[in-house]
């Protein structure tokens, strides 16, 4: 940051020279600053004006008290006043028909150079021969002293509509500008070296304060709070999203990735197919967009680097049941505090739905491999095909110390389409096979007509899978509208982009064939009154131009899934993360979809670390759950004025007319190019609300320098504080609040 303090009286133009010199150099694309503080609003009362300019954005707005540069505009001000604060190597700039040389002896040691200003500005009719107006002229001298070109200069007087004699007033000052640039001097920004130390006011030598206990005086006092973050409370895994985003902001990538995997161990997965609540829930969503948290855990979890906590240490070992992210992410938590840990999975290959649904465009296997094999490398033991029936699970509870099952949703819902007997039943599927099959390598649709019914996730992954397997149409009937569709709105909108048509308002009413074509008889519907589950009822429309049909080859039912309940001992009562009460030996907990049905991979994560943590209370009587959540940062807390708008830096995508065709991931994230500024830029979009982030804005602004920071962060000297209240009007994320004596 380069800072400059102007000198002047009322009615030479300092104000607009601080302008000046800051469009200078907002037109070079730095952030700029320019303000003035008069003394009397009269002309001729002495008055200071102050620019900053930085290659960031710049957040202080406080008075400068430690320049830079000094530039005086009038010569009755040229004084041992000027130097106050400025920094060793900077300059002073004096409007002054003397030489650099006749000042020497008054600021030894200094850079120092003069032009006369108000000569030149008289000659070029700039103001009075009383009151010169001196500030074009001084703008093209301190122009040249700073390095602008001429170019610039003039470029910034005709932005704010200075032409004519201001120009070449200007012009002739940056000619005529007399510059003694003393050996060793520093010229812009000069740089500090440990001799030069200038005392901050963070520093403890800022002299001890004065005897005065100011203190007594206030009424009200500073306190420091932290709240919960939005997008914190939002997670359903449980991920600190501000820590690991604050992470990504400090350029510590791998600190990052160490916040986020001590909630879940699948950032990758969840950086590409989170549905993000905790953007939704972002604040910065109301000022103009959320963080790009998903991007940002995508880039963490695909560049940050895993270390592996040690590997059992306990006697008791736990079962766990099902590999999908509920399973996993118990057995990792488990893991980690030392259990043994055997993962019964009655596939063939591990994951769940992450690799039995969730298809490869969306997210590729090398990644998902990479989570898991890091979660075996806690030492977690396996068994494939190995389906636990509800006989073995009793046997399980006296084996091992306590169970966790996460079978997820095994059962389908099918749908009568009153199909003839012989007739076309082969052309009707469950979603949820077709999409493993299409992962298998096992579907070949060679220009098939497809109608895929359903809306949610599986819908649109099957529909999308149709695409690129060769179907030469593809739609999705829907009996709600596009609203109500549970997919992942995002998901919706690429299916389209990629041809799929989606009917909404359309139900399936049954299959046949007139001979040649199988053909979906459909029924329109309308919305009604909200059902039980709070979203709007479908009813049947029943004009004669309400039923048409559909020509379609193949038809794949996503109509919802259920739990297989037939493991479990007859009586048992399922509840997220809460032991099973019944007939079993040791303790079983349930969790991920099987427990709660949320539907998605970040609330499998979470009920599968809440379950290992109950797991781990009922073993040990030690309690990681964690306490009670602090009071959420509401958009309210955050001082919106004090931040700058800038937009989401989004990742790159396929273009829909090349990934029809192919498997390969739809995301690409940020480009190689680039990568860790763009990561960089978008964790610095975060307000960090609620959570002080050590920005110092409350030490910058506080009038009676009271703030003090040690190992547990800033302190109020209360001694000392009067109360004003700046510290907590210029905290931009809610930290600081007053409270009454
Ligand atoms: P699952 O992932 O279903 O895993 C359960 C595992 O248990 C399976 O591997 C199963 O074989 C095994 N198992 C079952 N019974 C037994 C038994 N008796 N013995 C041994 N093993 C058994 N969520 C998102 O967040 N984003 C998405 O983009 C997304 N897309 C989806 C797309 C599709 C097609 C589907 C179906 C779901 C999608 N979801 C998505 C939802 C998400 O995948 C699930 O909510 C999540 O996988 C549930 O995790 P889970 O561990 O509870 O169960």
């Known amino acids: 940051m380069t800072e400059l303090v102007i000198f002047g009286r009322g009615g030479q133009g300092g104000v607009t020279l601080a302008k000046l010199i800051a469009q200078a150099h907002f037109l070079r694309g730095q952030f700029v600053q320019a303000f003035g503080v008069y003394a009397a609003e009269r002309s001729g009362a002495p008055l200071q004006a102050f620019v900053r300019i930085d290659d960031s954005e710049i ?52 850079p120092l150079a003069t032009v006369d200003a108000t000569a030149i500005a008289i000659a070029h009719g700039l103001g009075t021969k009383t009151v010169p107006i001196v500030n074009t002229t001084m703008f093209g001298a301190t122009s040249k002293v700073l390095g602008i070109s ?104 791998d600190r990052a990735l160490h916040t986020l995997l001590q909630t ?88 769940g739905v992450m690799r039995t649904g969730i298809p490869a465009y969306r997210l590729p296997r090398d990644r998902l491999d990479r989570e898991i094999e890091f979660i075996l490398d806690h030492g977690v033991e396996t068994r494939l095909c190995h389906r636990v029936s509800r006989a073995e699970l009793i046997d399980l509870s006296r084996e091992f110390s306590a169970l966790f099952l996460a079978t997820g949703l095994q059962e389908t819902r099918a749908l009568d389409l009153s199909v003839e007997r012989g007739g076309s039943a082969d052309r009707i599927e469950q979603g949820i096979d077709f999409l493993d099959r299409a992962r298998r390598g096992l579907v070949k649709l060679n220009g098939e007509r497809v109608t895929v019914v359903g809306g949610g996730n599986t819908a ?118 809460g032991a099973l009460l019944g007939l079993i030996a040791s303790p079983v907990f349930c969790g991920g979809d099987l427990a709660a049905n949320e539907g998605t991979v970040a609330a499998a994560i979470g009920g599968g670390r809440r379950a290992a943590f109950h797991i781990h209370r009922t073993l040990t009587g030690e309690d990681f759950l964690a306490a009670e959540e602090a009071p959420i940062a509401e958009p309210q807390v955050i001082a919106a004025h004090l931040f700058t708008h800038s937009p989401r830096r989004r990742g790159g995508v396929i273009a829909p007319s090349k990934r029809r065709h192919s498997f390969d991931e739809v995301h690409t994230g940020w480009e190689n190019d680039g990568l860790h500024h763009h990561a960089h830029e978008e964790a610095s979009r975060c307000f960090s609300c609620g959570v002080c982030n050590a920005c110092d804005r409350c030490v910058e602004h506080c009038p009676e320098a009271v703030l003090r920071l040690d190992a547990d962060g800033y302190r109020f000297d209360y001694d000392y504080c009067k109360g004003c209240g700046l510290c907590a009007t210029q905290c931009p994320r809610g930290v600081i609040y007053m409270a009454e004596l």
């Open 150 to 253: 001429f170019d610039d200069v003039e470029h910034a007087l005709r932005e704010i509509k200075l032409g004519g004699a201001n120009i070449e007033a200007a012009r002739r000052a940056y000619e005529q500008v007399r510059m003694q640039e003393l050996p060793g001097a520093a010229t812009l920004v000069p740089p500090l070296t440990p001799g030069d130390h200038v005392v901050g006011l963070l520093d403890d030598e800022v002299g001890a304060p004065p005897s005065l206990k100011t203190g007594s005086w206030a009424t009200r006092r500073p306190h420091r709070q932290r709240l919960t973050p939005p997008c914190n409370h939002a997670c359903p895994a449980g991920n600190d999203v501000q820590s690991f985003v604050a992470a990504v902001t400090e350029g510590r990538l």
């Open 264 to 351: 879940s161990p699948f950032p990758g997965v969840c950086g590409r197919v989170c549905p993000a609540p905790c953007m939704e829930a972002c604040n910065r969503g109301t000022f103009d967009e959320s963080v790009n948290v998903r991007e940002l855990e995508r880039y963490v979890a695909d560049h940050g680097h895993r270390e592996i906590a040690d590997h059992s240490w306990r006697d008791e070992r736990v079962a766990v049941i099902g590999s999908g992210p509920a399973g996993f992410s118990a057995a990792y938590q488990l893991a980690r505090l030392g259990y043994s840990i055997t993962l019964f999975e009655a596939g063939d290959e591990l994951g």
């Open 460 to 577: 649109i992954d099957a529909a999308r899978s149709a695409r690129r397997l060769g179907a030469s149409q593809v739609r999705i009937v829907y009996r709600r509208s596009r609203n109500e569709m549970p997919a992942i709105a995002e998901e919706i909108d690429a299916a389209i982009g990629e041809g799929v048509a989606i009917d909404e308002l359309v139900s399936p009413l049954r299959l046949r064939t007139n001979g040649v074509h199988a053909l979906l008889t459909c029924q329109r519907m309308r919305l009604g009154e909200p059902d039980e589950s709070g979203r709007a009822r479908p009813v049947p429309e029943t004009t004669e131009d309400a039923f048409f049909d559909i020509p379609c080859d193949r038809v794949v039912l996503a109509l919802g899934q259920s739990p297989d309940l037939s493991i479990l001992p007859e009586g048992c009562e399922i509840r997220d993360a």
């Open 59 to 110: 957040t202080n707005s406080n008075q400068i008290r430690e320049p830079d540069h000094v530039v005086v505009l009038d010569r009755t001000l040229i004084g041992p006043r000027i130097l106050a604060g400025l920094r060793p190597g900077g300059w002073i700039i004096l409007n002054s028909a003397d030489y650099p040389e006749a000042f020497v002896e008054r600021f030894p040691g200094r």
